[in-house]
Every structure is written in C-alpha cells, then in structure tokens.
C-alpha cells in the first residue's frame, strides 16, 4: 500500500503538477492531513490471550549500549550506505537530472522507477542464499559505489542508471542488514536493542549529512565523490564488522 501510494503521488505529479510547485505544496498539505486524520481509525491488535513463556531476564539499558558499541563497525558500514542512498537519491536528484538536461516533467515518472527499484528489497534473500550475507552485502556496497560514480557522468542515461542504481543496492542491502542485527539480539530484548543500534547509526548520520551539505555547495560532482568513498569505507567496516562464516538469510 504504502509502494502504491507512492506510485500514486509520482504519477500526479507528471500528470497534473508538472512545473507548479505551490499546487504540489498544497496537495501535500491535503494528503499529510488525510494520513493524519486516517491514523484516528487505527485500531490496536487483538491479543490472543496466550501467555509469554518464561523468558531470561531482560538486559539492562547499558548492557544493550554495550552489545550495540561492539556491532560498531557493522553499524556504521551499514549507515554509511543507507545516508549515502538516501542523500543522493532523495535530496540530490532532482539536481542530477537537471545538471542532465532532463525536463521537470519526467522527474515524477523517475521517482516512480526510483519506488519501484525500491521493491527489490524482496529479492534480497535470494542473493544472500546465492552468495552469503558477508559476499552479498560486500556486491552491494560495490554496486553503491560504482553507481555513484556512474552518475559523475553528467547525461541523462548516467544520471538515471546512477540513481537507480543507488536505491536498488540499499534496498537490497536494508533487509540483509536487519537480518544480521536481528540474529545478534537476544529473543527478550530484540526491540531495544535494535533502537540502541538505531542509535549508533544515527551518530554517523550526524557526521556525515552536513558533509554532504557541504559538497553540495561545491557541486554535484563532490557529494557523488563522497558516496563512493562512503560506500568504500562502509564496506571496509561491514567486512570489519561481519563474521566470514554467517550463515545465509
């Protein structure tokens, strides 16, 4: 629903909206209204009256911390990814596809390709049972890189492929990552010791959004160079981080 919804929203805006930004802004304001009032007829789940098993007891909070600080390389690898491909394909593309020559019109129906590459998320355990968590997740830091270097090329084609590219490898990459942080959380605390990883990785993104703020008053060219290099480190760190003998997904 929520693919469809984005699908949605790319095909008005190619169709209806083209250059009018303030009709955009306004239909945005009509649609986050809408979500909000919608959320008002959610409904808790039902229990279904079984009783949990008798559980170890739950770590503390600096326990969590603790087991969260030692994932630090695998977290960082990962959120030097995840920031990468969001920053370029989500903020800075639009920039790419008018540094292209592209017209505005065609940027909604990019963002639909953009989604839909998104959706191969659900094709992220086949790599892993074909290569591995640790050689799967090394390819897409690879494929992240490369694909941002490919869109330094400034023509339509790169542009697109470049971008394309990025989001395909993150969501390919985001449930494998889960995965591994999942099997690293003991069964009673897996919720809070996924928000304190979270918490790691938020403090790369501290470090590296302003960086790419700050490439980007260079140029588009720098902000594509620190993706690659992004994705070199967070591979580094990921190999780092991860166990050559995981299993796969």
């Known amino acids: 629903?929520?693919?469809?919804?984005?699908?949605?929203?790319?095909?008005?805006?190619?169709?209806?909206?083209?250059?009018?930004?303030?009709?955009?802004?306004?239909?945005?304001?009509?649609?986050?209204?809408?979500?909000?009032?919608?959320?008002l007829l959610l409904t808790d789940p039902e229990?279904?009256?079984?009783?949990?098993?008798?559980?170890?007891?739950?770590?503390?909070?600096?326990g969590l911390l603790r087991r969260s600080l030692s994932m630090t390389p695998f977290l960082a690898g990962s959120a030097l990814l995840a920031e990468t491909a969001q920053f370029i394909t989500v903020f800075l593309s639009q920039l790419l596809y008018q540094r292209a020559g592209l017209p505005v019109r065609a940027f909604g129906w990019l963002s639909m390709l953009a989604t839909l590459c998104a959706l191969a998320g659900a094709r992220?355990?086949?790599?892993?049972?074909?290569?591995?968590?640790?050689?799967?997740?090394?390819?897409?830091?690879?494929?992240?890189?490369?694909?941002?270097?490919?869109a330094l090329c400034p023509a339509p084609l790169p542009a697109v492929a470049g971008v394309l590219g990025l989001r395909a490898a993150a969501a390919l990459f985001s449930p494998l990552a889960l995965s591994l942080q999942n099997a690293a959380a003991e069964p009673g605390a897996r919720a809070a010791q996924l928000s304190c990883n979270a918490m790691v990785m938020d403090l790369v993104s501290l470090v590296l959004n302003p960086a790419f703020g700050r490439m980007a008053d260079a140029g588009c060219g720098q902000v594509l160079l620190l993706g690659a290099i992004a994705c070199g480190g967070g591979l580094l760190l990921?190999?780092?981080?991860?166990?050559?003998a995981a299993s796969p997904a």
């Open 47 to 62: 229990e279904d009256g079984e009783k949990p098993a008798a559980t170890a007891p739950r770590p503390g909070m600096g």
């Open 1 to 39: 629903m929520q693919t469809a919804g984005l699908l949605v929203a790319g095909m008005s805006a190619s169709l209806f909206l083209s250059e009018h930004y303030r009709r955009g802004a306004l239909w945005t304001v009509l649609s986050y209204s809408a979500a909000a009032l919608l959320t």
């Open 124 to 150: 992220s355990h086949r790599l892993t049972r074909r290569l591995g968590r640790r050689r799967g997740g090394a390819l897409l830091f690879l494929c992240a890189g490369a694909a941002c270097l490919t």
């Open 238 to 244: 990921f190999l780092a981080g991860s166990k050559p």
